[in-house]
């Protein structure tokens, strides 16, 4: 198990940017492929964004193709999401995870949860 704690979340107007870390802590960093989810008021919690053990691929939802950046420090054991061309609709209390198959965006493939910050998108 790994412990993860997120932060950089907040408020900024449409088209801005925001990077969010999750930091952890525990069992070996480098040792699982990381998340992100999002989620908005009366929806679930839906993938956004992955990243292998070593950083070298990543997965994107198509939401986020292009606007969002997913990396990682295994050196300083964390985890960023680059949010970039933000839109109101990217509202959402925002989740790091880590996982077991990088493959697998499913939620039920992520054993580590951290709280998860709020990102709030004003039109």
């Known amino acids: 198990q790994v412990q993860l704690v997120e932060s950089g979340g907040g408020l900024v107007q449409a088209g801005g940017s925001l990077r969010l870390s999750c930091a952890a802590s525990?069992?070996?960093?480098?040792?699982?492929?990381m998340g992100w989810f999002r989620r908005t008021p009366g929806k679930e919690r839906e993938f956004v964004a992955a990243?292998?053990?070593?950083?070298?691929?990543?997965n994107y939802a198509d939401s986020v193709k292009g606007r969002f950046t997913i990396s990682r420090d295994n050196t300083k054991n964390t985890l960023y999401l680059e949010m970039n061309s933000l839109k109101p609709e990217d509202t959402a209390v925002y989740y790091c995870?880590?996982?077991?198959?990088?493959?697998?965006?499913?939620?039920?493939?992520?054993?580590?949860w951290g709280r998860g910050t709020q990102v709030t998108v004003s039109s």
């Open positions: 990243i292998t053990r070593s950083g070298g691929a990543k």
């Open positions: 525990g069992r070996a960093f480098s040792s699982y492929p």
């Open positions: 995870a880590a996982g077991r198959n990088y493959y697998n965006t499913d939620r039920s493939n992520f054993d580590s």
